[in-house]
């Protein structure tokens, strides 16, 4: 039997066969063969009823005994804050002299560099200081070359004197007489753009070991998000990219709803005529309870939410502390409630609920859930943290994944019609003892569109 309703007459590009193939079908959970066209599954089942697909320019893949898999899906990336790790300090939450005491580590780890660039204070900390107090902390760090500290809503900067002059210096130059946060980080250049082509790669590299075709950025301030996308377009032109990007625009504070509308519409332009490799669809927002100071106001959560569904983009909220989590289950359900069903809707968080609790919300039904993404860019298999079966692990990995990337039309499942994106091992993860091993299981192969873009033996 072969799941495909095509022509006898059409010749599939490539057919997939010699091992097991778990589909996530339930009408055809397991099959022997997948004929491929267009970078689109065309026909699944046995090999022989598949014959009918080859033709006189049909590639094969074999399995060689293998098993393949839906393409991994991971929702709880972090591809973007990643690739700068090299050429940035990312902050842990703090008081002033935490902060301090963290950069003046990285600094003295540092000497050579030419500016010292980290990402991520409590722009809280500095409200009772005037700006001379402020560069001054930094300068007894160093006084001698710029240091600049991107704050977590990415809008706001801190830094030393040196780094003033330098830009006070170069506005002189240029006939500036208003200096943006754009225009200071143009001319301090905090990013070592020499490292990057390396990093992206070997970042891709690793997520193809783990037999992931597909990742979804859980946000990242402008200033990395815009550099991250140009180079992924970049990537694209060079026939480099190995997984499917979904990136976000990240909010974390009160703003304009039109302004932040038309940011995404901006970002998703970017990634028109981009074979669906580059992706951006997504509004992440990241409401904090536990503060004092709420820089995200629930009239601005609800009003932007809103927004975001009418225009048909997904919503991704990182929820910390319980009352942040209803407030975005609220804010979310009023959007489904309207009518907005385009729109996918998910709420990261690490709060333990109670189904009493929720029993009047649609949450983890129309909102979905995961674990909470902040300050976790260094966390590996973050998307499965919470699951206690290999069976689980590949069900959020695979078809929960891509439902709650709003994806699932397309990938997540092997099906005729759905995109061509697979992993292939050699071992059947099924077959595992625990979850520890499952997670240390190594990609044979990884295919996007039909076609293979990490084989194991070429790479080594």
Same mark, same amino acid.
């Given at each position: 039997? #072969?799941?495909?309703?095509?022509?006898?007459?059409?010749?599939?590009?490539?057919?997939?066969?010699?091992?097991?193939?778990?589909?996530?079908?339930?009408?055809?959970?397991? #099959?022997?063969?997948?004929?491929?066209?267009? =970078?689109?599954?065309?026909?699944?089942? @046995? !090999?022989?009823?598949?014959?009918?697909?080859?033709?006189?320019?049909?590639?094969?893949?074999?399995?060689?005994?293998?098993?393949?898999?839906?393409?991994?899906?991971?929702?709880?990336?972090h591809p973007v804050m990643n690739a700068f790790a090299?050429?940035?300090?990312?902050?842990?939450?703090?008081?002033?002299?935490?902060?301090?005491?963290?950069?003046?580590? %990285?600094?003295?780890?540092?000497?050579?560099?030419?500016?010292?660039?980290? %990402?991520? *204070?409590?722009?809280?900390?500095?409200?009772?200081?005037?700006?001379?107090?402020?560069?001054?902390?930094?300068?007894?760090?160093?006084?001698?070359?710029?240091?600049?500290?991107?704050?977590?809503?990415?809008?706001?900067?801190?830094?030393?004197?040196?780094?003033?002059?330098?830009?006070?210096?170069?506005?002189?130059?240029?006939?500036?007489?208003?200096? $943006?946060?754009?225009?200071?980080?143009?001319?301090?250049?905090?990013?070592?753009?020499d490292t990057m082509p390396e990093r992206v790669p070997?970042?891709?590299?690793? %997520?193809?070991?783990?037999?992931?075709?597909?990742?979804?950025?859980?946000?990242?301030?402008?200033?990395?998000?815009?550099? *991250?996308?140009?180079?992924?377009?970049?990537?694209?032109?060079?026939?480099?990219?190995?997984?499917?990007?979904?990136?976000?625009?990240?909010?974390?504070?009160?703003?304009?709803?039109?302004?932040?509308?038309?940011?995404?519409?901006? !970002?998703?332009?970017?990634?028109?005529?981009? @074979? &669906?490799?580059?992706?951006?669809?997504?509004?992440?927002?990241?409401?904090?309870r536990t503060q004092d100071q709420n820089f995200l106001? $629930?009239?601005?959560?609800?009003?932007?939410?809103?927004? #975001?569904?009418?225009? &048909?983009?997904?919503?991704?909220?990182?929820?910390?502390?319980?009352?942040?989590?209803? /407030?975005?289950?609220?804010?979310?359900?009023?959007?489904?409630?309207?009518?907005?069903?385009?729109?996918?809707?998910?709420?990261?968080?690490?709060?333990?609920?109670?189904?009493?609790?929720?029993?009047?919300?649609?949450?983890?039904?129309?909102?979905?859930? $995961?674990?909470?993404?902040?300050?976790?860019?260094?966390?590996?298999?973050?998307? +499965?943290?919470?699951?206690?079966?290999?069976?689980?692990?590949?069900?959020?990995?695979?078809?929960?994944?891509?439902?709650?990337?709003? +994806?699932?039309?397309? *990938? =997540?499942?092997?099906?005729? &019609?759905?995109?061509?994106?697979?992993?292939?091992?050699?071992?059947?993860?099924?077959?595992?003892?625990?979850?520890?091993?499952?997670?240390?299981?190594?990609?044979?192969?990884? +295919?996007? /569109? =039909?076609?293979?873009? *990490?084989?194991?033996? /070429? $790479?080594?």
């Amino acid at each position: 039997m #072969a799941f495909g309703l095509f022509k006898r007459n059409v010749a599939a590009d490539t057919i997939i066969m010699g091992g097991k193939i778990y589909t996530q079908d339930l009408n055809l959970p397991w #099959a022997e063969a997948v004929a491929c066209k267009d =970078g689109k599954i065309i026909a699944v089942g @046995d !090999y022989e009823a598949l014959k009918d697909f080859e033709g006189r320019n049909t590639e094969f893949i074999y399995l060689e005994n293998g098993i393949m898999l839906p393409g991994y899906i991971d929702t709880c990336g972090h591809p973007v804050m990643n690739a700068f790790a090299d050429s940035c300090l990312y902050l842990k939450p703090g008081n002033l002299e935490y902060t301090l005491a963290q950069i003046s580590e %990285y600094a003295s780890q540092k000497r050579e560099s030419r500016i010292i660039f980290a %990402y991520g *204070y409590n722009e809280n900390i500095l409200n009772d200081m005037e700006p001379k107090e402020t560069r001054e902390c930094l300068d007894k760090i160093s006084n001698d070359k710029p240091i600049v500290i991107l704050g977590m809503s990415g809008l706001h900067c801190w830094f030393n004197t040196f780094a003033l002059e330098v830009v006070k210096a170069a506005a002189i130059e240029d006939e500036i007489d208003t200096v $943006s946060l754009q225009y200071l980080l143009s001319v301090l250049e905090p990013i070592d753009f020499d490292t990057m082509p390396e990093r992206v790669p070997y970042d891709m590299q690793k %997520y193809s070991k783990r037999g992931f075709t597909s990742v979804f950025d859980c946000g990242a301030p402008e200033f990395f998000a815009s550099i *991250y996308q140009n180079m992924m377009i970049s990537l694209f032109h060079e026939k480099m990219i190995k997984q499917r990007f979904y990136g976000s625009l990240l909010i974390n504070r009160d703003a304009d709803p039109r302004m932040v509308i038309h940011k995404l519409k901006q !970002y998703k332009t970017n990634c028109i005529e981009l @074979d &669906g490799l580059i992706n951006f669809n997504t509004l992440k927002l990241i409401v904090d309870r536990t503060q004092d100071q709420n820089f995200l106001s $629930s009239t601005f959560l609800k009003d932007i939410c809103m927004e #975001a569904g009418d225009k &048909g983009f997904n919503v991704h909220v990182d929820a910390i502390g319980k009352k942040a989590v209803f /407030e975005t289950i609220d804010a979310m359900e009023s959007v489904i409630s309207a009518g907005y069903k385009k729109s996918s809707f998910t709420i990261a968080h690490d709060e333990t609920l109670t189904p009493e609790e929720l029993i009047n919300t649609s949450f983890r039904q129309e909102i979905k859930e $995961s674990p909470g993404t902040i300050y976790k860019s260094d966390i590996d298999w973050l998307c +499965i943290q919470n699951v206690n079966s290999i069976e689980m692990a590949i069900d959020i990995l695979t078809i929960d994944g891509a439902i709650q990337l709003g +994806i699932d039309n397309d *990938y =997540g499942s092997i099906e005729k &019609g759905k995109r061509a994106d697979f992993a292939v091992f050699n071992d059947n993860p099924f077959d595992l003892e625990n979850l520890s091993d499952f997670k240390d299981l190594q990609a044979v192969m990884t +295919i996007i /569109e =039909g076609k293979i873009v *990490y084989n194991a033996l /070429e $790479s080594e």
